[in-house]
């Protein structure tokens, strides 16, 4: 069972996704409450059915003093939709540095791009400019909102409510 539930805080904010198993158990604990349930499928024991949670909300408030999206390569590489931010390519994919690191470049959201190694290697250490190489995006740091509804994988429509764009992107 490959779906995923949308877990909120007892204020409606969104804190992140779980397995259908888990957010089951904590509804059936009462530590959790279901919110919204898919209306085609069930969950089915030997003598009974529930429904299926695609939305919990957390009976007692979770307190997370940073609430953002880890700087991780996987993480670029959903952002940049697994291609290469100059020529689009999706094959012998790695991370590069938009400034490169020894003209002083950092590792950051927003010097880090998803780039395939033929272009990385044309581009050596110039910036997109100076090597003449486009990109078809600039690199930016998502929001956490942003993130789990943009690309998190399929996102059930009962989520779309709990994940409209309430912070601002930069």
């Known amino acids: 069972m490959g779906r995923k539930v949308l877990i909120l805080n007892q204020d409606y904010s ?6 259908v198993p888990k957010a089951f158990l904590l509804v ?9 349930a898919s209306s085609v499928f069930q969950l089915h024991t ?21 609430k953002g999206v880890m700087l991780t390569r996987q993480n670029i590489f959903k952002r940049d939709g697994h291609r290469c931010v100059y020529c689009s390519s999706t094959e012998d ?12 470049g950092r590792t950051s959201w927003e010097n880090l791009a998803t780039a395939c190694k033929r272009c990385n290697a044309k581009k050596g250490d110039c910036t997109p400019e100076e090597a003449s190489m486009p990109m078809r995006h600039r690199p930016f740091k998502p929001s956490f909102v942003l993130f789990l509804r943009d690309y998190s994988g399929a996102v059930e429509e009962s989520w779309m409510p709990f994940l409209t764009k309430r912070e601002k992107v930069y």
């Open 93 to 104: 994919l790695t991370l590069d540095h938009v400034m490169p690191k020894s003209r002083g």
């Open 46 to 66: 030997v003598s009974t059915s529930f429904p299926l949670p695609t939305v919990i909300r957390l009976n007692r408030y979770i307190n997370l003093p940073y």
């Open 28 to 36: 059936y604990l009462d530590k959790a409450e279901l919110v919204a």
């Open 14 to 19: 969104a804190l992140g996704i779980c397995s």
